[in-house]
């Protein structure tokens, strides 16, 4: 445990590197500096002690409004990463598991084990952004039960209603996930849904003709190919299976194939 002495002396230097930063965005705008990784490394210290609604947070949006000056297009991933850092985000994805949960209700892994929680809520988990949060609780729920997409995401957007209402703050520890600030509720956008959508028809293999093509779809697709990675990480953990068959350690070198392959596409997506 850190002494009163050293919590001071941490609240001073995290004080001394706001006014910095802050001194450090007033040059920016004043010289118009547009090397962004040079400006990235120096507000990116911001990023080590930020909460919701803090000093840090406040100028760091304002570093992004200046980014979006001279280029949109990063500004919006900047204040997306942002607010998903921040878990503005959380409520979508918590109602996404909360679904996630009831329609793999029973369900079991090959292991036996609850499917819910040894699969899906670590494929979760394991996303950066929310999307991949979101689409990682239901990349299985079109395969694995008789709901088609439409009506999952309906289930979603109304138990995000729901949560909008509710008056206790009891959902919020849903999946021990970054807290969302405050009593805010952010919605996805209608691309966002349209985003989401297209991420999980990509994942449901029952309407690929065969595996390669299965796996072929994904190029280009940046948030199913994410999302997919992280399931077959997931997948070939066999420590889940008490005594491995054959077929469970073939159908693993398979896996490994295919992430290799999924990587190399995901690689070309930001290239």
């Not at 990023?47 to 979006?68: C, K, N, P, T, V």
């Not at 090959?110 to 979760?124: I, M, N, Q, T």
């Not at 992430?259 to 997506?269: G, S």
């Amino acid at each position: 445990m850190l002494t009163e002495d050293q919590l001071e002396l941490i609240a001073e230097e995290q004080m001394q590197t706001l006014r910095r930063c802050r001194t450090m965005v007033a040059g920016f705008k004043a010289t118009k500096e547009k090397d962004i990784e040079y400006m990235d490394d120096v507000m990116d210290e911001l990023l080590d002690f930020m909460d919701q609604g803090s000093e840090a947070e406040h100028l760091y949006r304002d570093y992004i409004a200046y980014l979006s000056s001279f280029t949109p297009d990063l500004a919006q991933r900047h204040f997306l990463e942002l607010e998903d850092r921040l878990g503005y985000w959380t409520p979508a994805v918590i109602a996404a598991g909360m679904v996630a949960r009831e329609l793999h209700s029973g369900q079991k892994d090959k292991g036996g084990h609850d499917y819910f929680e040894s699969h899906l809520l670590p494929v979760a988990k394991s996303g950066f952004s929310w999307k991949e949060k979101f689409v990682g609780f239901l990349h299985d729920a079109v395969e694995d039960t008789d709901y088609p997409i439409e009506v999952i995401l309906q289930k979603v957007q109304s138990t995000l209603d729901s949560l909008a209402q509710r008056r206790d703050d009891a959902w919020k520890d849903e999946f021990n996930l970054v807290p969302p600030p405050g009593n805010s509720i952010f919605f996805p956008s209608e691309d966002d849904w349209k985003e989401i959508e297209e991420a999980l028809k990509l994942l449901n293999h029952n309407t690929a003709p065969d595996r390669e093509s299965y796996i072929c779809r994904f190029r280009g697709h940046r948030l199913a190919l994410q999302v997919k990675l992280n399931d077959m990480r997931s997948n070939m953990d066999i420590s889940r299976i008490p005594s491995p068959s054959p077929r469970d350690l073939e159908r693993l070198e398979r896996y490994k194939a295919e992430y290799n392959t999924l990587t190399e596409m995901l690689r070309d997506t930001y290239n």
